[in-house]
């Protein structure tokens, strides 16, 4: 059972801002850095956030990422129809000495 | 050009071994770690551990280190992830990821590259 809690689901309109919360403890997200990943339907995840905020070069401005204390969030602004997928948190927890993912959030743009 | 390129799909029967590699590019397999991560049917990312491409060096997760083993062969730049003992839950597909040499860097800068994934059935 994953450490990192997401919401199972979320959806919006074309358009909207959409936010993924993550949620974690002092040991993983507390800690360390927070990563985020996007996986299109049928296909192998890819890295959208590192280092709590940054993005990869290709990724657009339209997703960004923060986080506060044991907390992150990947919001996606001007939603559109090709980021509906499945977004997954990471970070790494201090006492499992193990990385941690969360259970993912599955986006539908309606 | 194909960074990380997975080996084909196994079916497989409770109580055997699987082993599935990973051709990785010579940059990546000189310069990085590997990382597996597994993702059963309709469910969410696990991660199961790392291995250092240039030097062998491993790290499994308490769930699985007692049953799997990663390795690296150095004249074929391939990684390589054996599970024994298998059992239906382990039907997953099992993806190999490119990550940074150390832990640190591993966990600052995550997994940027993955390969196809392989499909790993196990049943009677």
């Known amino acids: 059972q994953s450490m990192l809690t997401q919401p199972p689901s979320l959806s919006g309109t074309p358009g909207q801002t959409v936010s993924i919360s993550c949620s974690g403890s002092r040991s993983n997200i507390g800690g360390n850095y927070v990563c985020w990943y996007q996986q299109l339907p049928g296909a192998a995840p890819e890295l959208l956030i590192y280092r709590d905020r940054l993005r990869p070069s290709g990724v657009p401005d339209r997703f960004s990422g923060s986080k506060s204390d044991t907390s992150a969030s990947l919001a996606i602004s001007g939603l559109r129809s090709e980021d509906e997928a499945d977004y997954f948190c990471a970070a790494w927890d201090d006492s499992l000495n193990a990385l941690l993912l969360g259970g993912g959030t599955k986006v539908t743009v309606l | 050009q194909v960074h990380l390129l997975q080996s084909e799909p196994e079916a497989k029967r409770p109580g055997a071994s699987v082993k599935v590699s990973c051709k990785a590019s010579d940059n990546i397999f000189r310069n990085y770690g590997i990382s597996w991560v597994r993702q059963a049917p309709g469910q969410g990312l696990e991660w199961m551990g790392w291995?250092?491409?240039?030097?062998?060096?491993?790290h499994y997760t308490q769930k699985f280190q007692h049953r799997v083993t990663m390795t690296t062969d150095t004249s074929t730049t391939t990684v390589y992830m054996e599970l024994r003992s298998l059992v239906y839950d382990d039907t997953a597909i099992y993806y190999c990821a490119r990550v940074g040499r150390t832990r640190t860097t591993m966990a600052r800068d995550g997994m940027d590259v993955w390969g196809q994934g392989t499909t790993v059935t196990v049943s009677s």
């Open positions: 291995v250092i491409g240039h030097n062998g060096n491993t």
